[in-house]
Structures are given as structure tokens and as C-alpha cells.
């Protein structure tokens, strides 16, 4: 008789969060979604920080049916408008609940056609970059008052090609893959500037990156298919290359990295975390290989000054 074996997957041990306070980007789907129940079955308090209000109201519906106790609220937040974004910070300031969990995760993929933010920035740089940067700004008190709190930045594999042009970054000359590595670069080394920073100044912010490998999510539809855009070729080709089981994973699993970075003991300041498979596409959590680029401690700073300057948010000084 032929024994079968089921394959194990990968999962984390998350400790105990209750009286936790999490906000979490982009969190009525993909890995926003995964995350929130996570975090939300771990005890925390958990602000659904969403675009559409209305899909917000489905997710925590979907999370409360296999969580009643869940505690979770939404707050409206578009990160291409620093308007929102300012709104959403001020909303939470005057609450006054120290935040002991930011993750910022919410972003956009590729779109084929050069698209622009509410004020005006390439829209995946002003998504990705520029709207999580001015958010963290917004929250860095209530961050600090948590007196140890994380917060944890979603870059992506392909930064790994990614260029700080800094007579670009708005990608006048639009390529949709080189735009979007450039963004997630442009996160990573916000990530790791802001731990920087935190030590430096005794913010007691812990600033954590990670990645997801490659997880099946919307991301890669929403982004290619902007605005309407057709991406029958682009889309075919991704269903197609899902099946193939060792490159892919699920959002359970996808999550893993990201939720390690946020809730773990052992999860450096400054580090950057992803799958520990083949290539960092799948797999249990490990120290990501953190591409060239992303160590120029000079690039780094020039990148937060400017990113200070187009958002109009300032730190404080260190």
C-alpha cells in the first residue's frame, strides 16, 4: 500500500496582541486582508485603513464570521492624496490611542499608461513611496507613545531591479516594471532610514521591511488592468505561470514574512524579511537578501529629504 504525504505549509507563531493597537494599509484584500485576520485572532485591535469603505465593510464581515470576537473598525484613507492622508492622521491624533503596529502595505502594480496622484506624483512612486512616507510622518507620535511599536513597510522581489533615478522618479519617461521596482525600492530604503532614524533620535520605533515572494494576489490584476486598461496577454501568461505550484503561494502564506516582521522577538530593526524557499519565492520566513542599492546610506538620505519636500510632512530632526 502507497502512502500518501500531505504537504505541510509554512505558518509563524504569532504572540499574544491583545491590547495591541494595529493599522493596517490596504487591508480589505490580498495581503492587507490576510494580515488583519491575523493580527485580529491574535487579540489586537485592528483599523482597516481602506480606500473604499464599502469593501472594508465586506472584509470585516468575511473576518467576523470566522472571528466574531474580532475587534475592528474602518477608516477611510486614499494614499495618492496627501490630503486623505493628512485627514486619516489627524483622525487618529485626536483619538489620541497609541499605535502599536503600522503596516504599510497597500500599493499599486504596473498599470500600463503613466497615471498621476491626486497632487500630482507618478502614481505608483506617490502610492507606494510617497503615501506611506507622509502617513508614518502623521502617526510617528502616536507610534512613539506606544513606547515600542513596529512599523513594517511592503517592498517587493523586484526591487531587487530597481533605480533611484533622481532625475526621474516621477518616471516621465514611463516604463510600467522599471516605475514600480523604483517605488519598492524606494520603500525598502524608507524602511530601513527610518530605523535608522529611531535609534538615532530614541523614536522606540521599530522599522521592519518585508516581501512576499510571489503570492497569488489582486495586485496583479488591478494594477495591469488601471483604468480599464486591456492586459489579456500580460494576464494570461500570470494565470498560466500560477499553476505551476514550487513558484507560487497562497496568502496565507504570502503574509508570512510581513506578519513575522510585525509581531516577532526576533524580527530585526532595519531588517528586511521574505520567503525562505528557492529564489525567496515561497517558504517559511528568513532574512531577505537586501539588493546593492538599497545600502547607499546616501541615496537613502537624499531620498528622505526629497520625500519630505514633495509631501510636505517633516520628522524630527536627528
Do not use: C
Not at 486623505?84 to 504599510?104: C, H, M, Q, W, Y
Not at 533605480?163 to 524608507?190: E, I, N, V
Not at 522606540?204 to 516581501?211: L, M, N, Y
Not at 530585526?268 to 517558504?283: K, N, Q, R, W
Amino acid at each position: 500500500m502507497t502512502k500518501t504525504s500531505t504537504k505541510t505549509l509554512p505558518d509563524i507563531q504569532v504572540p499574544d496582541l491583545r491590547g495591541k493597537l494595529a493599522v493596517v494599509t490596504g487591508a480589505n484584500s490580498g495581503l492587507g486582508f490576510g494580515l488583519t485576520g491575523r493580527l485580529a485572532r491574535a487579540g489586537a485591535e485592528v483599523i482597516l485603513a481602506v480606500r473604499n469603505e464599502e469593501k472594508g465593510s465586506e472584509a470585516i464581515k468575511r473576518i467576523k464570521e470566522e472571528n466574531p470576537d474580532a475587534t475592528l473598525s474602518i477608516r477611510h484613507l486614499d494614499l495618492a492624496s496627501l490630503s486623505s492622508v493628512a485627514g486619516f492622521g489627524e483622525e487618529l491624533t485626536k483619538e489620541g490611542r497609541p499605535i502599536d503596529i503600522l503596516l504599510n502595505n497597500a500599493g499599486l502594480m504596473m498599470p500600463p499608461v503613466r497615471d498621476e496622484t491626486e497632487d500630482g506624483f507618478e502614481l505608483q512612486f506617490g502610492t507606494n513611496h510617497l503615501g506611506h512616507f507622509a502617513l508614518t510622518a502623521h502617526l510617528l507620535p502616536l507610534l512613539r507613545a506606544a513606547g515600542t511599536s513596529r512599523v513594517v513597510s511592503l517592498s517587493s522581489l523586484i526591487a531587487r531591479t530597481g533605480r533611484l533615478d533622481f532625475t526621474d522618479l516621477q518616471s516621465l519617461r514611463y516604463r510600467p516594471h522599471r516605475a514600480y521596482a523604483l517605488s519598492k525600492l524606494a520603500t525598502l530604503m524608507f524602511a530601513r532610514e527610518l530605523n535608522r532614524r529611531s535609534i538615532v533620535g530614541g523614536w522606540g520605533v521599530r522599522s521592519v521591511a518585508a516581501h512576499p515572494g510571489a503570492t497569488v494576489t489582486n495586485l496583479q490584476i488591478t494594477g495591469p488592468t488601471h483604468n480599464g486598461a486591456s492586459a489579456k496577454v500580460f494576464l494570461a501568461v500570470n494565470e498560466a505561470s500560477h499553476r505551476i505550484g514550487w513558484m507560487w503561494q497562497q496568502i496565507d502564506q504570502g503574509i508570512l514574512p510581513a506578519l513575522y516582521a510585525a509581531t516577532s522577538p526576533a524580527a530585526a530593526g532595519g531588517g528586511y524579511y521574505g520567503p525562505g524557499g528557492f529564489g525567496e519565492l515561497t517558504g517559511s520566513p528568513a532574512p531577505a537578501k537586501l539588493p546593492p542599492r538599497s545600502l547607499d546610506e546616501a541615496d537613502a538620505r537624499r531620498l528622505w529629504s526629497l520625500s519630505e519636500e514633495l509631501t510636505g510632512v517633516t520628522f524630527p530632526a536627528v
